[in-house]
C-alpha cells in the first residue's frame, strides 16, 4: 500500500494513504483551499507524530509537550514534503518530528543550557548506565565500565556522569537533604551581612582619625561614640558649644576629603 508517493510498504495503523493529497496540495496556490488540505493532512498523521513524542516521555519531559513539539514538526513535514521527489512521505516525516523533538530537548528544555558536546555525553552515559545496570546484578556500573561501554575517555564519562542532576534545577523549597524534612535548600544559603557597610566605612576612617589632633579626635569620640551634645561637649573641654560646632564640622569634612582621595588615587591630595 502506498505511503505517500506510490511506494508499498509496511503501514501501521496510524499511517494513511495521502498520496492523492499531496499531489494535490503541490499543484494549489496558496489560499484558502490549500490550508485547508495541509490541515487535513496534519491531522491525519497526528497519531504517528504524537506515537513518536511518546517514545521520549521517560526523559523528564511532560509526555503533552512533547506532543505539541511533535506536532509542530508534523506541520514542518507536511509544508515541506515534495512527492515529486519520490520520497514516501512517512519516512520523510519521522525524521523531522524526532529531529524537531531532539532540538527541543537540546535548545529548550535544560534549566541551565550546557554545550551540546556534554549533553551528548551525558545521554550516552545516562543509555549506558541503565543498559549496564539490567546487566550487573542492578548495581550502578563504574566508571570503567563506562569508559568501555560508550568508547569516551574517563575524563569525558566523568563530565557526563556531573551532568546526570544538570537538566533539572531543584527549588530553593526543596528539602536540604534525606533527612531535611524539616529545612529547605533556601534555609542553607548565606544571607548579607548588613554590618558590612558599617566596618568598610569604620576602616575606611581610622588612618583619617589618627591624622586630626587629639583635641579634635577627643570631640569625635564624645560626640558619636559616648553620644554627647555640643554643650556636654563644650564644658567638658572648657570650650563654647559654638567652637565644638565648628570643630566637629571641620573634622568631619577634613575625614570625608581623606577619604573620598583614598578611594580615588590620581586625584589632588586634599588640604591639611
Avoid at 491525519?44 to 517514545?55: D, E, F, G, Q, V
Avoid at 533539572?168 to 535548600?185: F, T, V
Wanted: aromatic share 6%; hydrophobic share 35%.
Amino acid at each position: 500500500m502506498s505511503t505517500g508517493c506510490g511506494r508499498t510498504q509496511r503501514r501501521r495503523d496510524d499511517t494513511p494513504d495521502t498520496a492523492a493529497g499531496f499531489e494535490r496540495l503541490v499543484r494549489l496556490s496558496p489560499g484558502p483551499e490549500q490550508r485547508a488540505l495541509c490541515d487535513d493532512l496534519v491531522t491525519a498523521w497526528l497519531p504517528m507524530a504524537h506515537r513518536l513524542a511518546r517514545r521520549f516521555r521517560d526523559r523528564g519531559e511532560p509526555l503533552e509537550d512533547l506532543k505539541q513539539v511533535a506536532a509542530l514538526g508534523l506541520v514542518k513535514a507536511v509544508n515541506g514534503y515534495d512527492p515529486d521527489r519520490g520520497t514516501p512521505f512517512e519516512p520523510y516525516a519521522i525524521l523531522t518530528i524526532t529531529g524537531e523533538i531532539k532540538r527541543y530537548f537540546r535548545d529548550h528544555s535544560w534549566d541551565v543550557h550546557v554545550p551540546r558536546r556534554i549533553q551528548d555525553m551525558r545521554n550516552k552515559v545516562r543509555l549506558s548506565i541503565k543498559e549496564l545496570s539490567h546487566t550487573a546484578d542492578d548495581r550502578s556500573p563504574t566508571v570503567m565500565q563506562l569508559v568501555e561501554h560508550t568508547g569516551l575517555s574517563e575524563e569525558d564519562v566523568l563530565v557526563g556522569m556531573g551532568a546526570l542532576d544538570s537538566f533539572r534545577s531543584l527549588s530553593l523549597n526543596a528539602p536540604a537533604g534525606p533527612a531535611a524534612a524539616d529545612h529547605s535548600l533556601i534555609d542553607t544559603l548565606g544571607q548579607a551581612e548588613s554590618r558590612y557597610e558599617t566596618i568598610i566605612s569604620r576602616e575606611a576612617v581610622k588612618p583619617c582619625l589618627r591624622n586630626l589632633p587629639e583635641r579634635e579626635r577627643r570631640i569625635l569620640y564624645l560626640r558619636f561614640f559616648q553620644d554627647m551634645t555640643q554643650a556636654q561637649i563644650g564644658q567638658e573641654l572648657g570650650i563654647s558649644q559654638m567652637h565644638v560646632s565648628r570643630l566637629l564640622r571641620q573634622s568631619c569634612q577634613q575625614v570625608r576629603r581623606h577619604v573620598e582621595y583614598a578611594a580615588e588615587p590620581h586625584s589632588v591630595p586634599p588640604a591639611a
